[in-house]
């Protein structure tokens, strides 16, 4: 068993009303075969109107997984008898008229970096094989609160960390991405991105240190959201680095990932970092449309701008004209920095606070780590205090010019990942896929950034935007996603498996 260090957090919030189920209830799936593609709010509203049982809903995602997930390998481990029974509890409860909310009895499957009490958590290292937590990450708490169900562990890079190169030589296989099972996910939630992509789970958590949510959010062509620094509660989450990493969901639609931040937002003594700040309804002003807003667009990157594919940069543009056409006004903004320099300090300071989390395993059981994890903790070597201390004022100083742009605006609008999801036959492009972003700005600021699908390019493989709002508010990056996403039909196309 490691002895790497977790977070520390607090109480499950208050469950969501019942309006959250306000949309119309859709209709009975015809068949088994349909569950998966549900989304969770589809499924929360069907549950409720007693036209869907948590039992069915179970038994189709497990049927999934045992159907595809062979290939697309987004699970470490599957807890199907775990989930079976909570199902029948849940199906009790729901007919008995104890509805706890719009997650009761949906599925959900978590990172292996979040702590699940009796259930193995081993974050892909041969160093945690034999890893069994004796209490959950508060993550886990609150969306059991919730009534939603565990499926499993997600696959993940080693530690939840990495250098953004993929060596296959962990214990497990790396997931692939369902849009093309040669194609890689994105890091270092890759089975979170895969496993919604691929429907082996409704929704799913991942975790965020420089874009480790957004990112397998962009290749998979999901909606991925790091919410502001503090907002969900990083208790019982193995660390990566402790003044950047955030927790977030992935999910198919804006709404999913409304429904999950409700559920999983609050302040928790338990984890220092985070908030005390009220969790607002995110439900009330999702659907109120962009008109009246002012939204910044982003597109001069300075000299990173000429990395970014075209397809991506029109997927940006693509974003603009509906939001313009939905009533926004559109400003052309600038970041105080190329998102580069924001890379360069998040590197200095995650190389250092990473070393300090996982120095003893390294220095113990290097061997039993896979290369991209000991190129890491190498580097962290390499960090003086000097470093490390320079690039904390530096992050202040860029924090609060960042904060001053996005405060100007209602919301941001510019690529998060700059490429398409590369083949894993192409190592360069691999790393180059999480090293060349525009997502590292907001780790820095803290600000709630989300990704979400803009499209798809010529071989089919999905293009990404990234949203960012003002400091704790969450509520308008999902009321613009949810504009973009309302008035396109992005969510209609899956990937064939």
Not at 200 to 216: C, H, K, N, W
């Amino acid at each position: 068993m490691s002895n790497a260090a977790v977070y520390n957090h607090q109480e499950p919030v208050t469950l969501h009303a019942r309006k959250a189920l306000a949309d119309p209830v859709p209709k009975s799936p015809s068949a088994a075969k349909d569950l998966f593609h549900l989304t969770a709010g589809e499924a929360g509203r069907l549950m409720l109107a007693r036209k869907l049982s948590p039992v069915e809903l179970i038994d189709a995602f497990l049927a999934r997984i045992e159907e595809v997930d062979a290939r697309v390998k987004s699970y470490l481990l599957v807890t199907a008898d775990t989930a079976r029974a909570q199902a029948k509890r849940a199906e009790a409860d729901i007919m008995a008229g104890r509805w706890r909310g719009p997650l009761h009895g949906v599925p959900f499957a978590a990172k292996d970096n979040y702590f699940t009490k009796g259930v193995r958590t081993c974050a892909a290292s041969r160093l945690m094989l034999d890893h069994v937590p004796d209490f959950n990450a508060a993550a886990i708490d609150r969306l059991d609160d919730a009534g939603a169900i565990l499926l499993g562990k997600l696959n993940t890079w080693e530690y939840g960390t990495g250098t953004g190169a993929v060596h296959f030589d962990l214990p497990f296989e790396p997931a692939c991405n369902p849009w093309n099972l040669e194609r890689f996910t994105g890091g270092s939630s890759t089975g979170a991105g895969a496993s919604v992509a691929a429907g082996t789970v409704m929704v799913a958590l991942g975790s965020d240190t420089g874009g480790s949510v957004r990112l397998p959010a962009a290749a998979c062509g999901l909606q991925g959201i790091k919410p502001t620094y503090g907002r969900i509660s990083r208790y019982g989450i193995l660390p990566n680095c402790w003044s950047l990493d955030a927790a977030g969901p992935l999910t198919w639609t804006v709404e999913d990932a409304a429904i999950m931040l409700q559920a999983l937002g609050g302040y928790d003594s338990r984890d220092p970092g985070s908030a005390d700040v009220p969790v607002p309804d995110y439900m009330a002003g999702l659907n109120a449309g962009v008109r009246g807003l002012t939204i910044g667009v982003v597109r001069d990157l300075g000299p990173d701008t000429e990395r970014v594919d075209p397809a991506i940069m029109q997927g940006i543009e693509h974003v603009v004209q509906v939001l313009e056409a939905e009533g926004a006004t559109v400003v052309e903004l600038t970041l105080p920095a190329a998102p580069t320099a924001y890379r360069e300090l998040t590197a200095v300071i995650n190389w250092a606070e990473s070393l300090s989390i996982h120095e003893k395993d390294f220095l113990e059981r290097a061997a039993d780590m896979g290369l991209a994890l000991r190129d890491k903790m190498m580097s962290g070597f390499t960090v003086r205090a000097v470093d490390y201390l320079a690039a904390l004022r530096r992050r202040r100083e860029l924090a609060a010019a960042t904060d001053a742009v996005v405060r100007s605006v209602d919301a941001l609008v510019l690529p998060g990942a700059f490429h398409v999801a590369p083949p894993f036959s192409d190592p360069d492009r691999v790393k180059a896929f999480t090293g060349e972003t525009a997502t590292p700005p907001f780790n820095i600021s803290g600000h709630p950034a989300m990704s979400i699908c803009s499209g798809f390019d010529s071989d089919g493989l999905p293009l990404n935007a990234q949203i960012v709002g003002r400091w704790f508010d969450e509520a308008t990056v999902l009321r613009v996603a949810r504009a973009y996403e309302r008035a396109t039909d992005w969510r209609a196309r899956r990937p064939t498996l």
